[in-house]
């Protein structure tokens, strides 16, 4: 009956499972389990023998992706000037339409604004992508651009709050937390859930990747690109006093004594765990450096990213998801500004441009680097803002935020490439087909990973939390 | 018979353990309580072919199965079945009711719709698989749907029991609460009832375990009714360790452990018992369990971001100041909690700072200006206010029935606006903490002041209009035969200044603004409001008709509808909570949520028992840790047993002392005084950058999101919580990057130094060294085995790094699991 060690407490689930459970399911078991928080999925065998909260676990069903890459656009890029072609608004350049007379943030009265770029068709389904994205427009054949998404506030904050922890305010979990927490992750060397800028974290800092109540194993590692030391991307992860050899030879006593106590305690399940996480963060001295160190990358490679911080930050993000890490989150910024597309409001024609440009060829080269590896099947790419901007103008050159209907974008991982979902109003300020909400676009990447958005929950304060809340509907339309 | 095989194999295997006589009575236990802690309520379904069992009379379900019913089942059967199959319905359809599981079970023309346990037989599920009927009729349920009602039959129907409360037809729809029976309710749930003191347990035999006090009868009493046997007390070394550590956060000197042994040998029950007294009187105390209370008033220094204004509060060392002498000074516990309510009415200006356990929390902001995110981000502060009130001192999830009735409990959504209608007749301040009279003078000083530097500068300013005025103003002022008006209001300000008042002390208070009653918001929007709400008290708790508050925002009654002692929940919440922080788990271990889906205690007499004897004696905490401590349950040793634990894994029955990870502050705190480098001193500001410091870990600044000060990143690194939230119990997790800090911190590697150095200057052999340090940390000495492989890992030759083979040495064992658990 007892087939790790004599001593060990044998818990529910290995009674379940040792008693051969025929009924029901193993899934419902550990949802209900009692007081201790219930873990998404049933653990797999190597996660049990691992005791670490961060183990692969099985997923609820088969999943489409095994990695997510979130490219995070704060500020709220122009949907109008990039990927959702409006040749109306031009038609009606200044006037104010009935459609386009809705509420925004500051509540500008003026008129229609035709953006300042040109459209062209790319790719076999013809897709029109603004001037700003030449390189990212060579791969809409491999992109599903959903254009009807939808959020609750036209705030910066609490809208990016929404997009990357599906809450209006910085009380619950990231994405990549629940991710994290619902799957765990692949190599137990590195971190589970990265997230990477240059300069400026975007507003809200760790919230947008922090853990809020799950436990501090599934919260967001922060990097910042632009001052980033292979070697001290994490806390302490260098040591400065010891070569590694003699290192080792203090883990081995620190392994022994423990060993010793283990013994004297009886086998404590608990003090297990913690010799295997000792062991763990030994070998993470190194491996997280070999991660973040880009330098045996080939030329080719390197050239095809090209030189910006981005796309440091997109050949990061391909490098370790090719080492098995859950989920990267990589927000865009650039002047050190926390909310880069809000420079929108101004000016879209030169703001937009430096933005676009700045992320550009490291987006487009991030995709092709991974479908060439063949990871671009498991790998499942976003890219966009917490919402877009509005048709019309605000002051003379830029627009204002536009909750109502804005544009994101995914690739790989499952979803149909070359294809358009959703619609905006004919000037692209309100979704009015095929309405995708942030609950949904979540609801949906959760599934493509292979979790149920009703079944991931987290017991906290008296009730089960989820990701989606009470909301989220899994956008079938979009999965291959 | 039956034909489901799964059933038949886990009848099978219960059968057999009935049967067949186990050497260990406590497997039988252990297996039941398995299947009922799963929510597979094996029981209720086996004896479902049996009409007569009581099991199908009167089910017990668990708060999961409740859960999986509200949660997946009754949204499935509001939506799809009520419209034609209950008391709501225009029409009622082929006389069935789903609305209630005695209608289902009954069922209608067709007969019973479910069949306990077996959904093949239940026309309910038939019906939803569109075999024979076809229900609902507009569409088919997902499979999904279907599956989870399938489920749920299985499961035996689990349904809240209040809906056969007397007078309840709760959650049956929209509940009219003027109807609502709430003396009814307040007999179904345990947590309403009144606190009843218990008669002490019945007397054991001897061998049944030793009784020191109350508390060892009714854990004895539970023990045996579950046959396990209580573990041998811990031994003095252990002992003394764990009353250091559990009291001051700080194990015991060498010579103060020498000293407590020797006395032990003599008396052990007196040496312990003075060793509690005299940790009780030390201030290290306040500071380690003022920490706890810190937890539950999600406590911080401020900087919650964009969303919360990114404000500091610099005043809130004050508020944890305020808790540690309260805590040292024994304050009784019912007026510390008066205090943290509605200390700013009570005339006397200091105990306004008490009210910083509301006023430090989250004040939401808009990033913006919308309309709608204002009033969102005013309704998410209000909503803090009632969490950390109804959590953190009811243990009643409150917050629940914001935008709707509670769902399991019985608190309408008006109640939420009651409390919340306190709260928005309080405002956050800096309040200045002087007497009247000195704060009027001061700001009259300041008022004068202001004025006139106001003056000043406009008189200054005006000269700029034009070149040509100016250069006017020049040659007047340089002709002028009267003094300027400047020049002597300037001598006036300096004349002020020069006998300036002090400047005032302030603090983060809470201060009444009104006394206005708040609206519902319905569906938790507060643009959108319904009927009114009277501020008053909860009515599960307060009777039907609560005595509703009119003097000022109500603070000051509300702070007595707390502390009442006919309130059946502050005491126990309370006393539970430190019972939590001595054993490891509360007898109620959902601290914060005693509600009908919050875990049922483990021994209600005994915590009605602790309640009452905290009451009786003027609820003196310190009263309360020596009637724990003093204990033979609290003095159990902590070690393992297979059998025990195989019955009893979660330690439910105290067999023995659970062993426990020490929170961060306790583990940093001792760190440090293991190499005799703490700084014990009291109070003050809180460090930006604790690692730094040699101070208690208790004056980290904290900050809300935990992502602005280095404090922030060490403590949350080691389990420290989000503190945005009231905080019910700590996580205790293990992951890779708190080893990086043991192997690689310049923090471990000054420890390690400080050590070593002590130990030099103690010892001069490295075998008396060994044995010291071991002393020093584990409060015990080593093993013969320990010594040998000390000695031969410090006589080994190395030829690399920058530290000695002693500097080595002690930072494995700071590092080691040992030191940082406490058995």
């Given at each position: 009956m007892f087939h790790r060690n004599p001593f060990q407490t044998i818990d529910r689930r290995d009674a379940l499972r040792q008693l051969g459970a025929g009924f029901g399911t193993l899934g419902l078991a550990a949802m209900l389990a009692p007081s201790k928080p219930s873990l998404a999925a049933v653990p797999s065998e190597a996660a049990m023998n691992l005791n670490s909260p961060l183990a692969p676990k099985v997923p609820h069903f088969a999943p489409k992706a095994k990695h997510v890459i979130q490219l995070f656009m704060p500020g709220g890029p122009s949907q109008v000037d990039t990927f959702d072609f409006k040749p109306e608004i031009a038609?009606?350049?200044?006037?104010?339409?009935?459609?386009?007379?809705?509420?925004?943030?500051?509540?500008?009265?003026?008129?229609?604004?035709?953006?300042?770029?040109?459209?062209?068709?790319?790719?076999?389904?013809?897709?029109?992508?603004?001037?700003?994205?030449?390189?990212?427009?060579?791969?809409?054949?491999?992109?599903?651009?959903?254009?009807?998404?939808?959020?609750?506030?036209?705030?910066?904050?609490?809208?990016?709050?929404?997009?990357?922890?599906?809450?209006?305010?910085?009380?619950?979990?990231?994405?990549?937390?629940?991710?994290?927490?619902?799957?765990?992750?692949?190599?137990?060397?590195?971190?589970?859930?990265?997230?990477?800028?240059?300069?400026?974290?975007?507003?809200?800092?760790?919230?947008?990747?922090?853990?809020?109540?799950?436990?501090?194993?599934?919260?967001?590692?922060?990097?910042?690109?632009?001052?980033?030391?292979?070697?001290?991307?994490?806390?302490?992860?260098?040591?400065?006093?010891?070569?590694?050899?003699?290192?080792?030879?203090?883990?081995?006593?620190?392994t022994r004594l423990n060993q010793i106590?283990?013994?004297?305690?009886?086998?404590?399940?608990?003090?297990?765990?913690?010799?295997?996480?000792?062991?763990?963060?030994?070998?993470?001295?190194?491996?997280?450096?070999?991660?973040?160190?880009?330098?045996?990358?080939?030329?080719?490679?390197?050239?095809?990213?090209?030189?910006?911080?981005?796309?440091?930050?997109?050949?990061?993000?391909?490098?370790?998801?090719?080492?098995?890490?859950?989920?990267?989150?990589?927000?865009?910024?650039?002047?050190?500004?926390?909310?880069?597309?809000?420079?929108?409001?101004?000016?879209?024609?030169?703001?937009?441009?430096?933005?676009?440009?700045?992320?550009?060829?490291?987006?487009?080269?991030?995709?092709?680097?991974?479908?060439?590896?063949?990871?671009?099947?498991?790998?499942?790419?976003?890219?966009?803002?917490?919402?877009?901007?509005?048709?019309?103008?605000?002051?003379?050159?830029?627009?204002?935020?536009?909750?109502?209907?804005?544009?994101?974008?995914?690739?790989?991982?499952?979803?149909?490439?070359?294809?358009?979902?959703?619609?905006?109003?004919?000037?692209?300020?309100?979704?009015?087909?095929?309405?995708?909400?942030?609950?949904?676009?979540?609801?949906?990447?959760?599934?493509?990973?292979?979790?149920?958005?009703?079944?991931?929950?987290?017991?906290?304060?008296?009730?089960?939390?989820?990701?989606?809340?009470?909301?989220?509907?899994?956008?079938?339309?979009?999965?291959? | 018979?039956?034909?489901?095989?799964?059933?038949?194999?886990?009848?099978?295997?219960?059968?057999?353990?009935?049967?067949?006589?186990?050497?260990?009575?406590?497997?039988?236990?252990?297996?039941?309580?398995?299947?009922?802690?799963?929510?597979?309520?094996?029981?209720?379904?086996?004896?479902?072919?049996?009409?007569?069992?009581?099991?199908?009379?009167?089910?017990?379900?668990?708060?999961?199965?409740?859960?999986?019913?509200?949660?997946?089942?009754?949204?499935?059967?509001?939506?799809?079945?009520?419209?034609?199959?209950?008391?709501?319905?225009?029409?009622?359809?082929?006389?069935?009711?789903?609305?209630?599981?005695?209608?289902?079970?009954?069922?209608?023309?067709?007969?019973?719709?479910?069949?306990?346990?077996?959904?093949?037989?239940?026309?309910?599920?038939?019906?939803?698989?569109?075999?024979?009927?076809?229900?609902?009729?507009?569409?088919?349920?997902?499979?999904?749907?279907?599956?989870?009602?399938?489920?749920?039959?299985?499961?035996?129907?689990?349904?809240?029991?209040?809906?056969?409360?007397?007078?309840?037809?709760?959650?049956?729809?929209?509940?009219?609460?003027?109807?609502?029976?709430?003396?009814?309710?307040?007999?179904?749930?345990?947590?309403?009832?009144?606190?009843?003191?218990?008669?002490?347990?019945?007397?054991?035999?001897?061998?049944?375990?030793?009784?020191?006090?109350?508390?060892?009868?009714?854990?004895?009493?539970?023990?045996?009714?579950?046959?396990?046997?209580?573990?041998?007390?811990?031994?003095?070394?252990?002992?003394?360790?764990?009353?250091?550590?559990?009291?001051?956060?700080?194990?015991?000197?060498?010579?103060?452990?020498?000293?407590?042994i020797q006395a032990a040998s003599k008396d052990r029950a007196m040496a312990i018992r003075s060793l509690i007294d005299e940790l009780l009187a030390s201030p290290l105390y306040g500071q380690r369990w003022g920490r706890y209370w810190l937890d539950v008033a999600r406590f911080s220094d401020g900087r919650g971001g964009f969303l919360e204004g990114d404000k500091p509060l610099e005043d809130a060392w004050k508020y944890r100041d305020w808790v540690v002498n309260a805590l040292n000074s024994d304050h009784p516990v019912n007026d510390f909690l008066r205090l943290q309510i509605a200390g700013d009415l009570t005339g006397n200006y200091s105990d306004a700072i008490a009210t910083g356990f509301f006023a430090l929390g989250p004040i939401y902001q808009s990033d913006g200006g919308d309309p709608d995110s204002i009033a969102q981000s005013r309704a998410e502060t209000l909503d803090d206010r009632v969490d950390v009130l109804t959590r953190g001192l009811l243990g009643v999830t409150g917050s629940c029935a914001r935008c709707h009735d509670h769902k399991f409990d019985p608190i309408p959504q008006q109640d939420y606006y009651s409390l919340a209608g306190i709260f928005h007749n309080s405002a956050t301040q800096s309040l200045p903490l002087a007497p009247r009279d000195v704060v009027e003078r001061y700001n009259a000083y300041k008022k004068a002041v202001d004025e006139l530097n106001k003056k000043i500068k406009s008189a200054k300013k005006k000269p700029n209009k034009s070149k040509e005025e100016e250069s006017t103003a020049e040659r007047n002022s340089d002709t002028a035969e009267e003094p300027s008006p400047i020049a002597q209001w300037e001598r006036e300000l300096a004349e002020l200044e020069k006998n300036a008042p002090p400047a005032l002390d302030s603090a983060h208070a809470l201060q009444d603004t009104g006394s206005e009653d708040m609206k519902i918001a319905l569906r938790g929007n507060l643009l959108k409001t319904g009927e009114i709400a009277?501020?008053?008290?909860?009515?599960?708790?307060?009777?039907?008709?609560?005595?509703?508050?009119?003097?000022?925002?109500?603070?000051?009654?509300?702070?007595?509808?707390?502390?009442?002692?006919?309130?059946?929940?502050?005491?126990?919440?309370?006393?539970?909570?430190?019972?939590?922080?001595?054993?490891?788990?509360?007898?109620?271990?959902?601290?914060?949520?005693?509600?009908?889906?919050?875990?049922?205690?483990?021994?209600?007499?005994?915590?009605?028992?602790?309640?009452?004897?905290?009451?009786?004696?003027?609820?003196?905490?310190?009263?309360?840790?020596?009637?724990?401590?003093?204990?033979?349950?609290?003095?159990?040793?902590?070690?393992?047993?297979?059998?025990?634990?195989?019955?009893?894994?979660?330690?439910?029955?105290?067999?023995?002392m659970s062993p426990r990870r020490m929170d961060v502050e306790a583990w940093r705190d001792s760190l440090l005084s293991v190499t005799g480098e703490l700084d014990p001193s009291l109070g003050g500001p809180s460090l930006d950058n604790i690692i730094d410091s040699k101070r208690r870990s208790l004056y980290a600044k904290v900050s809300r999101n935990g992502d602005v000060f280095h404090s922030d990143r060490f403590l949350r690194l080691f389990d420290f919580p989000l503190m945005r939230a009231t905080v019910e119990q700590r996580p205790s997790s293990v992951v890779p990057q708190q080893y990086l800090f043991l192997m690689n911190s310049r923090f471990i590697m000054d420890r390690s130094k400080a050590l070593v150095e002590h130990l030099h200057r103690i010892s001069h052999s490295d075998i008396d060294r060994i044995r010291q340090v071991y002393n020093i940390l584990f409060s015990r000495p080593p093993d013969a085995r320990e010594e040998e492989i000390g000695t031969n890992f410090l006589s080994a030759v190395r030829d690399g790094g920058s530290l000695s083979n002693w500097e080595r040495y002690a930072q494995v064992l700071l590092g080691s699991n040992e030191f940082m658990f406490v058995r």
């Open positions: 038609k009606h350049a200044g006037e104010r339409p009935e459609l386009v007379d809705r509420k925004s943030l500051r509540n500008t009265k003026m008129g229609l604004m035709p953006s300042p770029y040109s459209f062209k068709q790319y790719g076999a389904c013809g897709k029109f992508v603004s001037e700003i994205f030449p390189h990212v427009a060579e791969w809409v054949d491999d992109i599903c651009f959903i254009h009807s998404m939808h959020t609750d506030t036209p705030e910066h904050a609490s809208a990016m709050m929404m997009m990357n922890a599906g809450h209006l305010q910085p009380t619950r979990p990231s994405v990549g937390s629940w991710l994290v927490y619902g799957l765990g992750t692949e190599n137990q060397d590195l971190p589970g859930f990265v997230a990477m800028s240059p300069r400026a974290q975007p507003r809200n800092k760790l919230a947008n990747w922090g853990n809020a109540f799950l436990p501090g194993a599934y919260t967001g590692t922060y990097v910042n690109i632009h001052e980033m030391q292979p070697t001290q991307i994490m806390q302490d992860l260098k040591n400065t006093w010891l070569p590694k050899l003699d290192q080792r030879q203090q883990a081995d006593l620190l106590d283990l013994e004297r305690q009886r086998y404590d399940p608990q003090l297990e765990a913690s010799i295997q996480t000792m062991e763990m963060a030994f070998r993470m001295q190194f491996a997280v450096p070999d991660a973040f160190d880009t330098s045996d990358e080939s030329k080719e490679t390197l050239e095809m990213y090209g030189d910006s911080e981005y796309a440091k930050g997109c050949l990061l993000a391909r490098r370790l998801v090719e080492r098995g890490v859950r989920m990267v989150q990589l927000s865009h910024s650039i002047d050190g500004y926390d909310i880069a597309w809000d420079t929108g409001h101004n000016d879209i024609v030169n703001g937009h441009r430096k933005l676009a440009e700045a992320c550009d060829q490291g987006i487009a080269a991030l995709l092709k680097d991974l479908k060439q590896r063949g990871l671009l099947e498991e790998t499942l790419v976003v890219w966009g803002g917490e919402f877009g901007r509005a048709p019309t103008s605000e002051g003379q050159k830029g627009r204002d935020h536009d909750h109502y209907g804005f544009t994101t974008w995914m690739a790989g991982g499952g979803v149909k490439g070359g294809i358009s979902f959703g619609a905006t109003d004919e000037f692209g300020l309100t979704a009015v087909e095929n309405r995708v909400h942030v609950h949904d676009l979540h609801a949906t990447i959760l599934y493509l990973m292979g979790l149920d958005h009703e079944r991931l929950t987290y017991r906290y304060s008296g009730r089960d939390y989820r990701l989606t809340d009470v909301h989220g509907r899994v956008v079938h339309e979009i999965i291959a | 018979m039956n034909n489901d095989p799964s059933k038949n194999s886990l009848a099978i295997v219960l059968l057999s353990i009935n049967s067949v006589r186990f050497p260990a009575p406590g497997i039988h236990l252990f297996l039941r309580a398995l299947f009922f802690a799963t929510g597979l309520c094996l029981h209720a379904w086996i004896l479902a072919d049996d009409p007569a069992s009581p099991l199908v009379e009167k089910p017990t379900f668990t708060s999961e199965q409740i859960e999986f019913f509200e949660s997946r089942i009754r949204p499935l059967l509001v939506q799809h079945c009520y419209e034609c199959h209950s008391t709501d319905a225009i029409k009622l359809q082929a006389g069935l009711y789903v609305d209630s599981r005695e209608g289902l079970l009954k069922g209608g023309e067709s007969g019973a719709a479910v069949e306990l346990g077996k959904p093949e037989k239940s026309l309910l599920i038939a019906a939803v698989k569109y075999d024979g009927y076809e229900m609902p009729p507009s569409r088919k349920l997902e499979a999904k749907e279907i599956e989870a009602l399938t489920r749920w039959v299985e499961m035996g129907a689990p349904w809240p029991e209040v809906t056969s409360a007397p007078g309840s037809t709760k959650m049956e729809g929209k509940q009219d609460w003027s109807q609502f029976d709430w003396e009814a309710a307040r007999q179904s749930h345990w947590a309403w009832k009144p606190i009843e003191c218990p008669a002490a347990p019945p007397e054991f035999a001897a061998s049944a375990g030793s009784i020191v006090n109350p508390i060892d009868g009714f854990v004895i009493a539970g023990r045996a009714q579950v046959g396990l046997r209580e573990a041998p007390p811990a031994s003095l070394h252990i002992l003394a360790r764990r009353i250091y550590i559990d009291l001051l956060g700080i194990p015991p000197t060498p010579d103060q452990l020498h000293a407590f009277p501020r008053r008290f909860l009515r599960i708790l307060a009777g039907a008709e609560p005595v509703v508050f009119r003097n000022g925002s109500g603070r000051a009654e509300l702070a007595e509808a707390i502390v009442d002692p006919r309130n059946p929940l502050t005491a126990r919440v309370f006393v539970n909570r430190i019972w939590r922080h001595h054993f490891g788990e509360g007898l109620v271990r959902t601290p914060s949520n005693f509600g009908t889906l919050g875990e049922k205690p483990t021994h209600p007499e005994l915590l009605d028992w602790l309640a009452s004897e905290f009451v009786r004696q003027g609820w003196s905490l310190k009263a309360l840790h020596r009637t724990i401590m003093n204990s033979a349950t609290y003095q159990l040793g902590s070690d393992y047993n297979e059998t025990s634990s195989q019955s009893d894994g979660e330690n439910r029955y105290l067999w023995r």
